[in-house]
């Protein structure tokens, strides 16, 4: 049996800004999906999926998964039936990285199964290939955090960079319920994008110039001014209409809970929304708050 990992994730400023080639910052979170991969006898494969979900979302995602997996097959030259087993302490949701760490976790346990030896570039590359199912044409932040984990500067195209900080701060993630779709979010900017175009350019050199005073304000700690930075964010992504009632409106309560910013994360129009709560009790009363108001909220750290 073979066996592979890969992390859940946190986009704390510019998705989809990052389709285009504007930098984003994102952190690995301290929850997995693991994969356990056995050669069988049969047609191409077959899923066990036991992770704990959002209601509705393995179901919604099936055809893409499937899609996914013979992707992942299909770039690791694998030709034989596989049997997979899906777990870990990722509840599987939208804008926590599941994809991507499913994609991660399952191309590790088929290199440990076939005992082929891959690189993490090499498994990042076959994440990558599997993302394509769900994102369509992804940038590649996704699985760059499932895959090597760490506080992470992406730009599409280049090498990644590890931010180092002083010590893991603490989030909280505020799930809205709703199962996206981020292929249709990540489309839905191209068009207005063209559509709008002068509207746009204005948007993405805000999120340009926002992201570099970011990077500066998470390396000096200064956190009031990163959760500034969030909220700011937030505003840029509503502009280009990729938020939604539900993550407004839990983005509110965060705020008002005291959380030093709040933002949606991710490819939006559901799925989760992120705080900045440094130190446990502030981390505890925001996601108090978050609960209260009948919603899960999964605590966790950036910076691991
Ligand atoms: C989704 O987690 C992040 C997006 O920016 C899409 C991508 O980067 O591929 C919306």
Redesign the pocket.
Known sequence: MGKGYGYG?V?LF??????YGIP?IASAIDKKTIAEVKKCHGREFIIHDNREETPGYKKEKLEQQKESIRLIKKAMGIDECIEIWLSGDLRAAS?V?AS?ASCAAIARAIADEFGMKFSDEEINEFAYEG?KAY?G??????NTCATFGGLVWYEKGKKMELLKIEKPVEIVMGDTGIVAN?KK??EGVRERREKYKEKYDKIFEEAKQLVYEAREALLSMKLDRVGELMNKNHELLQEIE?SSPELDFLVSVARKAGAYGAKM????LGGYMVALTPGKELQEKVAKAIEKEGYYALRTRIGI
């Not at 044409?137 to 996704?142: E, T």
């Not at 994360?265 to 939006?268: A, H, N, R, V």
């Open positions: 994730k986009i510019n998705e989809h800004f990052v389709v984003a804008g990285g991507a993302e994102h044409n992804p940038s590649g932040i996704d981020t979010a990540v990729v994360t991710g490819g939006g």
